[in-house]
T-cell receptor, first 112, second 113 residues
Framework: DAKTTQPPSMDCAEGRAANLPCNHS???????VYWYRQIHSQGPQYIIH???NNETNEMASLIITEDRKSSTLILPHATLRDTAVYYC?????????????FGTGTRLTIIP | IAGITQAPTSQILAAGRRMTLRCTQD?????MYWYRQDLGLGLRLIHY???????GKGEVPDGYSVSRANTDDFPLTLASAVPSQTSVYFC????????????FGSGTQLSVL
């Protein structure tokens, strides 16, 4: 399994863009990058995923480098409710979620 | 509201007792999962089921059993609870055609004394 590396914690001012990096230097060609977040005491929540193109949805944007060895999750206008642990995960396309490894993620704190 | 329901929300259990954590989903997802979350260790997969009638072992299956008699329900049983099973337990489901993204329940806080 490819593994990911994330900083353990980050701060971001409210209203600013939060940029969360993830390194996945051993990612394979058939592996997607997924992002989830977990707000305190709740179950994790899916945010976004991508293969090699940049992706955007109502929650965030995902920027994947051309060599696919790293990615950045962008929360364009962070609010206090975005304070959470963010998990970057790689997932093989042709396998089920039982192959996922969540790791310990990045604890993002939004500062008022 | 559609989604995953876990019960109980929390439980204190004496060591050696049997306990079943319940998980029900109404999204008709084929795959379901049980995770435990401990401080500093992130989420770890206990057992999973890719479809009704089948189950598989995850990263930390010892001391736990599951069954998948139908699509909606995926109970997790601790036959004889031990203090090391004190944790927060999350149930999740996923389905093809939804990018296989996981939908999680709100968790069960279990304390084994």
């Amino acid at each position: 399994d490819a593994k990911t590396t994330q900083p353990p914690s980050m701060d971001c001012a409210e209203g600013r863009a939060a940029n969360l990096p993830c390194n996945h230097s051993t990612i394979s060609g058939n592996e997607y990058v997924y992002w989830y977040r977990q707000i305190h005491s709740q179950g994790p929540q899916y945010i976004i995923h991508g293969l090699k193109n940049n992706e955007t949805n109502e929650m965030a944007s995902l920027i994947i480098t051309e060599d696919r060895k790293s990615s950045t999750l962008i929360l364009p206008h962070a609010t206090l409710r975005d304070t959470a642990v963010y998990y970057c995960i790689v997932r093989p396309f042709n396998f089920g979620n039982e192959k996922l490894t969540f790791g310990t993620g990045t604890r993002l704190t939004i500062i008022p | 509201i559609a989604g995953i329901t876990q019960a109980p929300t929390s439980q204190i259990l004496a060591a050696g007792r049997r306990m079943t954590l319940r998980c029900t989903q109404d999204m008709r997802h084929n795959a379901m999962y049980w995770y435990r979350q401990d401080l500093g260790l992130g989420l770890r997969l206990i057992h999973y089921s890719n479809t009704a009638g089948t189950t598989g072992k995850g990263e930390v299956p010892d001391g736990y059993s599951v069954s998948r008699a139908n699509t909606d329900d995926f109970p997790l049983t601790l036959a004889s609870a031990v203090p090391s099973q004190t944790s927060v337990y999350f149930c999740a489901s996923s389905a093809p055609g939804t990018s296989e993204k996981l939908f999680f329940g709100s968790g069960t806080q279990l304390s084994v004394l």
